[in-house]
């Protein structure tokens, strides 16, 4: 095999492999840690890692498959 294609596979593989595994990872260790403290600080760059992650190794599809984000309850209460 040529370089250049070694190079290429050896990018392809981190890309189609390693960016999902360690997206899981860090969304797994969120869920994790939220599940015995609660929300922290560290859970939410967790999370946020996990979406960084996520997206790259989506590609040019993903703002189409992004989760919807969770809603967030207002401190008035709803409105009328």
Request: avoid cysteine; hydrophobic fraction near 40%; glycine fraction near 10%.
């Amino acid at each position: 095999m040529k370089q250049r294609t070694k190079r290429r596979l050896r990018r392809l593989a981190i890309i189609a492999i390693g960016i999902p595994v360690a997206a899981w990872a860090l969304e797994e260790a969120a869920r994790r840690s939220e599940a015995k403290k609660g929300p922290s600080t560290a859970s939410r760059r967790l999370r946020t890692g996990a979406d960084w992650l996520g997206q790259m190794g989506r590609g040019p599809l993903a703002s189409r498959l992004r989760r919807p984000p969770e809603p967030v309850a207002r401190a008035g209460g709803p409105r009328s």
